[in-house]
């Protein structure tokens, strides 16, 4: 059983919008968050959305923060990553990540979107966006 499978990628157009899926099943290895990751060809992995098992917490990279919002729906077990305002550089395969912050410290942002953080990664779903 895989535990994180993502869906919704696609192409879509310079201002169109794209919802993915991340369901989440089996052995998350005591994570209490998932986040977003992406990595585009040639470069490295980034952290863009992460979010705590509660919804309390969701937190953003400066590079989508007011275009792309992440959520999640307990009873069905998957976060989401509603992406709106698309452009040409969110071109990337799109990652999510079950991990471990330490919300009750007050630095808790500075793990948020680490890769270090996170021990459970999905396959991955590639997003195009055209000019």
């Known amino acids: 059983q895989v535990p994180l499978v993502e869906s919704g990628g696609g192409s879509v157009q310079a201002g169109g919008s794209l919802r993915l899926s991340c369901a989440a099943s089996?052995?998350?290895?005591?994570?209490?968050?998932i986040a977003w990751f992406r990595q585009a060809e040639g470069k490295e992995r980034e952290g863009i959305a992460s979010?705590?098992?509660?919804?309390?917490?969701?937190f953003y990279a400066d590079s989508v923060a007011g275009r792309f919002t992440i959520s999640r729906d307990n009873a069905k077990n998957t976060v989401y990553l509603q992406m709106d305002s698309l452009k040409p550089e969110d071109t990337a395969m799109y990652y999510c990540?079950?991990?471990?912050?330490?919300?009750?410290?007050?630095?808790?942002?500075?793990?948020?979107?680490?890769?270090?953080?996170?021990?459970?990664w999905g396959q991955g779903t590639q997003v195009t966006v055209s000019s």
């Open positions: 990540a079950s991990g471990y912050v330490w919300y009750a410290w007050s630095g808790w942002r500075a793990q948020a979107l680490l890769e270090r953080q996170y021990n459970v």
């Open positions: 089996g052995d998350r290895r005591g994570g209490n968050c």
């Open positions: 979010i705590d098992d509660g919804g309390e917490h969701p």
